[in-house]
């Protein structure tokens, strides 16, 4: 999996005039990659919210909307200023991007994950398994499920990421199946926090509470064998040192 993250940049410039007329120009940079490869400015200037002119670094023009936006564009792609503005990609998009991915987008927190048992096999009906990863950032995750080794397509629930108000986020994923003897199956994690996906392998059928009982009412079951055994061995040995008189 590919994790994309795409970051905007945005300059506002508004002016009311005394009519009560909105004019104002939005410059946006766009880029998906922290090597600033695929970076777009765009510089569009808007008439009360519609746009009427905008440049393109893709385009590598301006393109008007409108017909007034149609006779500025003519007039401003001949003019010599027309260069200035193509060079903005570099001057104003690559610089401050450059700040935010160093000061903001290259902070990573790797998730903690936590994988139980919701509800065990009965009666024809399946398990669920749980797969939570908490206090991760930055947001972009891929929380996926593997049995034996093939990535599970099917029978998967998952939540979208929450955030937790503390700039870390949440997710979890819950997966139905029917248990079948010797199988393996895996919650696989992939943040940009590691180089590799992480896999947290299911270590059994049932949570480590419902072992305790069950390893608990086990012992139980032997340790009552053993005192009967015991008591039974107890009782043949005073019987057989037993004279019987006959009535």
């Known amino acids: 999996m590919i994790l994309t993250l795409q970051l905007l940049l945005a300059l506002s410039l508004t002016v009311r005039t005394a009519d009560g007329?909105?004019?104002?120009?939005?410059?946006?940079?766009?880029?998906?990659?922290?090597?600033?490869?695929?970076v777009e400015y765009i510089d569009t200037y808007y008439f009360n919210k519609d746009?009427?002119?905008?440049?393109?670094?893709?385009?590598?023009?301006?393109?008007?909307?409108t017909e007034h936006g149609v006779k500025c564009a003519e007039h401003w792609n001949d003019d010599l200023d027309l260069q200035q503005i193509r060079a903005e990609v570099d001057r104003y998009c690559k610089f401050n991007l450059n700040i935010n991915f160093c000061d903001v987008l290259e902070k990573t927190v790797k998730p903690r994950v936590k994988l139980v048992a919701e509800k065990q096999a009965s009666g024809g009906h399946p398990a669920m398994l749980m797969c939570s990863a908490y206090d991760f950032y930055p947001p972009a995750i891929?929380?996926?499920?593997?049995?034996?080794?093939?990535?599970?397509?099917?029978?998967?629930?998952?939540?979208?990421?929450?955030?937790?108000?503390?700039?870390?986020?949440?997710?979890?994923?819950?997966?139905?199946?029917?248990?079948?003897?010797?199988?393996?199956?895996?919650?696989v994690v992939d943040h940009i926090s590691s180089k590799e996906p992480i896999i947290y392998d299911w270590?059994?059928?049932?949570?480590?509470?419902?072992?305790?009982?069950?390893?608990?009412?086990t012992s139980g079951l032997v340790l009552g064998i053993i005192l009967t055994a015991a008591g039974f061995l107890y009782y043949k040995k005073k019987s057989s040192g037993r004279n019987l008189v006959p009535s």
């Open 21 to 38: 007329y909105d004019h104002y120009r939005i410059t946006d940079c766009f880029t998906t990659s922290s090597d600033l490869t695929d």
């Open 51 to 65: 746009p009427y002119i905008q440049f393109n670094s893709t385009v590598g023009k301006w393109v008007g909307f």
């Open 203 to 217: 270590d059994g059928f049932l949570p480590a509470s419902e072992k305790n009982k069950f390893a608990i009412g």
């Open 142 to 187: 891929d929380v996926y499920w593997l049995k034996d080794g093939q990535k599970v397509t099917g029978d998967v629930t998952s939540i979208e990421e929450m955030a937790d108000g503390d700039w870390y986020y949440q997710i979890h994923s819950h997966l139905e199946y029917m248990p079948t003897s010797g199988e393996k199956i895996s919650c």
